[in-house]
């Protein structure tokens, strides 16, 4: 391993910290990373950070404090991830995303950075996802859209445009709503 794995880590045997030609990968303290995980050169995590079993980290990552990776979820690269988020399993993260503090991504997310795949030379935009967010179970969200600080993206709901502060989005495509009164305040991510 050519990393450099924080104090009272534990990492099982088939993960591989360090892939590439880049720098060596830098992990903090009490992390704890699950078989089949691979982590990147150029990537830079926090503290307590978590995953699940077969999770990728690519190049050009930087991962906050507290962060969980839930099982086969990868996160394709030079993507931005706050502190406190917690990703459930198999959460696809692409190229060029910004993901905030004290956010929660419901399993089976899919987020997007290609509005016209393999049609058109265009730029990789991903999603940006605010501070104490929290997107549903299934969402798919589109190419360089805002989910807004505090906004709740319900279970299945494809986002086409930015998602403003404290706002419900619903359905396909997801329409906004008032943020209905037990969604409202912030985001308490435990672990």
């Known amino acids: 391993m050519s990393a450099e794995v924080g104090i009272e880590s534990h990492v099982d045997d088939g993960v591989t910290i360090g892939y590439g030609d880049g720098d060596d990968p830098v992990i903090g303290d009490r992390a704890r990373i699950r078989a089949g995980t691979i982590?990147?050169?150029?990537?830079?995590?926090?503290?307590?950070?978590?995953?699940?079993?077969?999770?990728?980290?690519?190049?050009?990552?930087?991962?906050?404090?507290?962060?969980?990776?839930?099982?086969?979820?990868?996160?394709?690269?030079?993507?931005?991830?706050?502190?406190?988020?917690?990703?459930?399993?198999?959460?696809?993260?692409?190229?060029?995303t910004r993901i905030g503090d004290d956010v929660f991504v419901g399993?089976?997310?899919?987020?997007?950075?290609?509005?016209?795949?393999?049609?058109?030379?265009?730029?990789?935009?991903?999603?940006?996802?605010?501070?104490?967010?929290?997107?549903?179970?299934?969402?798919?969200?589109?190419?360089?859209?805002?989910?807004?600080?505090?906004?709740?993206?319900?279970?299945?709901?494809l986002v086409v445009n930015d998602v403003p502060p404290r706002t419900l989005a619903v359905g396909v495509p997801a329409v906004h709503r008032d943020l209905p009164e037990q969604l409202r305040g912030e985001n308490r991510i435990r672990r």
């Open 39 to 96: 982590v990147y050169d150029d990537v830079t995590i926090g503290d307590d950070f978590v995953t699940g079993h077969n999770v990728l980290v690519r190049e050009h990552t930087t991962i906050g404090d507290e962060v969980l990776l839930g099982t086969e979820t990868v996160v394709d690269g030079t993507t931005t991830i706050g502190s406190r988020v917690s990703i459930q399993t198999n959460v696809y993260i692409p190229t060029n």
């Open 107 to 157: 399993p089976g997310v899919v987020m997007t950075n290609d509005p016209y795949p393999v049609r058109t030379d265009a730029e990789l935009v991903g999603p940006r996802i605010e501070n104490h967010a929290s997107i549903g179970a299934n969402a798919t969200l589109l190419p360089g859209v805002t989910v807004g600080e505090g906004a709740f993206v319900a279970a299945g709901a």
